[in-house]
């Protein structure tokens, strides 16, 4: 990527807006609402706004490496709090992708040094689900099946959460999992059962 293109691309990208609304940039700069808040995994191929046709202020967007959800990680903590409690979204996504290298990653026995603690999380989706992905022979499936079964416990964990039953019990708020694939382009609706999951850990994990 040459870096000098850079400016000159976002000068161009301007007058594009521009030339469709002359006062573009002053609706932009009044706020945001957005109804959606996109969790996704931090993969260069994976743009949130552009694989679903989104402009500026219509998402609030948060990634990182595999898409996870870590009831101890401030940051996107911090993220499904702001965007549930004060921006009001009424749909929380968790957006996976077919070929993770996080995901595949995690599988391996390698000391990634730094990475170790936070991969660990996707190893125990694996535990969870050992049963079932042990018994997909095809190696490249098998890591398929594990980035939908990491989206399903990632929304599980959100389903966790004082502020997603909250804003469910008050305004209706959905949890959501999705699937890029990388290798068509399309996004995949993993149609979370979001009333059963949120049955069956209501006995552990209610919060008033």
């Given at each position: 990527m040459d870096l000098n293109k850079?400016?000159?691309n976002n000068k161009k990208w301007i007058q594009e807006k521009?030339?469709?609304s002359s006062n573009y940039f002053d609706e932009l700069g009044k706020g945001q609402s957005p109804d959606l808040l996109y969790i996704g995994c931090s993969d260069s191929r994976v743009t949130a706004e552009e694989l679903m046709g989104a402009e500026p202020g219509e998402v609030f967007v948060h990634r990182n490496i595999a898409n996870m959800v870590i009831s101890i990680d401030l940051n996107v903590m911090s993220v499904v709090n702001y965007?549930?409690?004060h921006l009001k979204v009424n749909h929380?996504?968790?957006c996976g992708h077919y070929a993770c290298g996080g995901v595949k990653a995690a599988m391996q026995?390698?000391?990634l040094g730094i990475l170790?603690?936070?991969?660990?999380?996707i190893r125990d989706v694996y535990r969870i689900h050992r049963k079932e992905l042990n018994a997909i022979e095809d190696e490249n499936k098998r890591y398929d099946r594990l980035v939908e079964l990491n989206v399903k416990e990632q929304c599980v964990n959100l389903i966790k959460t004082a502020a997603?039953?909250?804003a469910h019990?008050?305004?209706g708020l959905k949890v959501r999992g999705w699937v890029f694939d990388v290798y068509s382009g399309k996004l995949i609706d993993l149609k979370i059962d979001f009333e059963g999951y949120l049955k069956d850990i209501m006995e552990i994990y209610q919060l008033d």
């Open positions: 850079v400016f000159d521009l030339d469709v965007a549930v409690d929380v996504v968790v026995s390698a000391d170790n603690p936070w991969l660990r999380n997603v039953q909250k019990r008050d305004r």
